[in-house]
């Protein structure tokens, strides 16, 4: 019926999201007039021509806009659409929509949020930017429990829709309006579902200290929570261990809102709309007795824990991110131990000038006198100049991206974590968009930075800041937010010389076992030939 009714809007020219939500909206606003006003035997028999003056007189073209086509079209649409089911129609419209690209959350973080509603006893909720939940919606059917439900979207068609179709549940309200400006209601709700936008940056907004629009959005929804509600939000990583204005966000946050819980998303979720990683947490006005951390995984087509810790509210509060990863990793009692050792750190940010290198494309790429550092030409912890691609550039324009002698380098995307001390050259190279380039300005050397990071511990560091699931993403931001051990600069001489003598030596070795290897496979090759040509001598009578 839906791919019906889809079919022939489509052949008329009506496609997008909302011209598909408003003539199923037409439509149904139509059935409902003749049922109450004409009888079974006259929608059989009636031309087309009274039903679209019917649907002009009874449905009006003021809130819908006029009818873009004839009474013939409007005839076939009618017939085949009046039984649509209107929430599962917006489900299936928005899950097809490629232009818009709503995000749609799994329907276990819907199961998850109601079913602490229940657990607490809660009896208002409300579910915001509805559009991002409308698959959960559809499966859970919570509507039709005892809660009073307020649907809150900025779509007028999505809210004109989901009026008509709850318009005989008493329980049930849905308001026009935005999580990114105050709201202007007087209900205060026991508990608050969202899924802010990710990555948006707001214009300068007075009421609030942030601008990111997943913060800004929690700031607008704490006024309208109850005193002993809750407010659960999916975050993506910037906003669990970013510095900044980030961080001093966190830090208040923690504060007027004390975080109850923090679980980690299964990575993969919200794909194809988004591959980083995501975090529900959940934000209540008191503070709890112990926050939750732990790890969700599907099972089943179901949200479910994998693993779950218990955390005291004061030490949480003494965090100055909430990188539960590392919490949660039963492999990184190194890294924990090494956070809690009482040895001096600093974070690489207040000890190096940290930035990413210059996007290059495809086309970018040609014959010139500026080289190119990419992935491909670190291997082993070492850069390979001889085969560096080149940009016709002037100098001055790629001037800031440029690797000196003596740069520590990462990979900051791809699937490999890669590190290197960058070379004299004798042409201008600049990084690429996959690497970071660390330029440090203190007694730190840039060899012992990246045998730190190398080991274990380091590692774990760096897997904690990356954003993304299957492929790394990492920021510089985040990177200078890593803590490095800040040895005397004497001691740092003597391990990097250790290091880089008995790397020397390794490789050594290697090399001799290599080239003993070759002569024995040559020798056995030779003996072969001989023994066939002495059986094939013998066989001729020689």
């Known amino acids: 019926m839906i791919e019906s009714f889809w079919n022939l809007c489509l052949l008329h020219e009506i496609h997008s999201r909302d011209q598909l939500l408003r003539e199923a909206i037409r439509v149904n606003c139509t059935r409902q007039s003749i049922e109450r006003h004409k009888t079974i035997e006259w929608e059989q028999e009636a031309s087309a021509e009274e039903l679209l003056q019917w649907m002009k007189e009874q449905v009006g073209e003021r809130e819908l806009g006029h009818f873009p086509g004839d009474r013939d079209l409007f005839r076939r649409l ?53 559009e991002k939940f409308l698959q959960g919606l559809y499966e859970t059917k919570c509507y039709m429990g005892d809660l009073h439900i307020t649907f809150l979207s900025e779509n007028y068609m999505l809210c004109r829709l989901l009026k008509i179709y709850f318009e005989l549940n008493p329980r049930i309200t849905v ?32 009421e609030i200290s942030i601008r990111e629009s997943e913060g800004a959005a929690v700031s607008f929804l704490l006024p309208v929570l109850q005193e002993r509600g809750r407010l659960s939000v999916t975050f993506p990583p910037r906003m669990m261990f ?24 299964p990575d993969g979720l919200f794909r194809p709309f988004t591959s980083v990683r995501t975090y529900q947490v959940e934000f209540g006005k008191e503070s709890p007795r112990e926050v939750r951390i732990g790890r969700l995984i599907i099972r089943k087509h179901n949200l479910e824990i994998d693993r779950e810790v218990m955390i005291h509210p004061d030490q949480f509060q003494l965090w100055d991110n909430w ?34 290198g210059k996007a290059i494309s495809k086309q970018e790429l040609k014959t ?20 560096l691609e080149t940009i016709d550039e002037e100098e001055r324009k790629v001037k800031r991206y440029e690797v000196l002698p003596g740069d520590l380098v990462m990979t900051c995307r791809g699937t490999v974590i890669k590190l290197a001390i960058f070379p004299d050259s004798e042409e201008m190279v600049i990084a690429s968009a996959n690497i970071i380039v660390l330029r440090f300005k203190s007694n730190l050397l840039a060899q012992f930075v990246r045998l730190f990071l190398e080991s274990p511990t380091g590692m774990a560091f760096i897997q904690s800041f990356q954003r993304g699931t299957t492929v790394m993403n990492l920021n510089p931001s985040d990177v200078g ?8 600069e004497e001691k ?8 880089l003598d008995e790397k020397k030596r390794y490789k050594a070795v290697i090399l001799e076992a290599h080239v003993r290897w070759e002569q024995a496979k040559q020798e056995v090759y030779q003996r072969i030939f001989k023994e066939e040509l002495a059986n094939g001598n013998s066989e001729l009578g020689f």
């Open 368 to 387: 010139g006198k500026i080289r190119v550092l990419n992935i491909s030409n670190m291997d082993d912890g070492e850069v390979k100049l001889e085969g």
């Open 323 to 356: 990188r539960i990863d590392l919490l949660l990793d039963e492999d990184q009692e190194k890294l924990r131990s090494f956070q809690e050792a009482a040895m001096p750190k600093e974070k690489l940010r207040n000890m190096a000038d940290i930035f990413r």
């Open 242 to 265: 970013q510095g900044g204005a980030i961080a001093s966000w966190r830090q208040e946050m923690n504060i007027e809102a004390p975080v109850q819980s923090i679980y980690t998303l």
């Open 492 to 499: 740092q001489h003597q391990l990097v010389a250790h290091y």
């Open 175 to 206: 308001i026009q309006g935005s999580i990114y400006q105050p709201l202007q209601m007087e209900e205060r709700f026991d508990a608050i579902l969202s899924i802010p936008t990710f990555g948006l940056k707001l214009q300068d907004e007075d």
């Open 78 to 130: 009618y017939h085949a659409g009046k039984e649509l089911d209107l929430l599962e129609y917006a489900l299936r419209t928005l899950q097809q929509d490629r232009i818009t690209g709503t995000l749609m959350a799994h329907p276990g973080i819907m199961e998850r949020f109601i079913e602490m509603c229940d657990q607490s006893q809660f009896s208002s909720i409300l579910i915001t930017e509805t």
């Open 481 to 488: 937010e890593i803590e490095i051990p800040t040895l005397p």
